[in-house]
Nanobody, 119 residues
């Protein structure tokens, strides 16, 4: 079983910074792409940023230039700068995990961490 455990959420003032972390644990052969999603109340879950196993990162237009996704082995981080009220949401870690070399990728989600922005 593979688990994704997130940390780092909390309350921050608009304009401030916050870093989220997510670590994959358990038994698996490899982790491919990892990503951060977010979901605000009443809205659909949206992709924030992705990072491939080789390190290539992509960002939603709404966070480009403000957020940085990084990865170290089985841990993915999201550094969030210049936070805006509209960044407030529950942030979810996502990973495509290969349990064994011969099995297809499985998608795994973290439990979510709340990010609250005060204006």
């Amino acid at each position: 079983q593979v688990q994704l455990v997130e940390s780092g959420g909390g309350l921050v003032q608009a304009g401030g910074s916050l870093t989220l972390s997510c670590t994959a644990s358990g038994s698996f052969f490899s982790i491919n792409a990892m990503a951060w999603y977010r979901q605000a109340p009443g809205k659909q879950r949206e992709l924030v940023a992705t990072i491939a196993s080789g390190g290539t990162a992509n960002y939603a237009d709404s966070v480009k230039g403000r957020f940085i996704i990084s990865r170290d082995k089985n841990t993915v981080r999201l550094q969030m700068n210049s936070l805006k009220p509209e960044d407030a949401a529950v942030y979810y870690c996502n990973a495509n995990v290969k349990r064994y070399y011969y099995t297809p990728n499985l998608e795994r989600w973290g439990q979510g961490t709340q990010v609250t922005i005060s204006s």
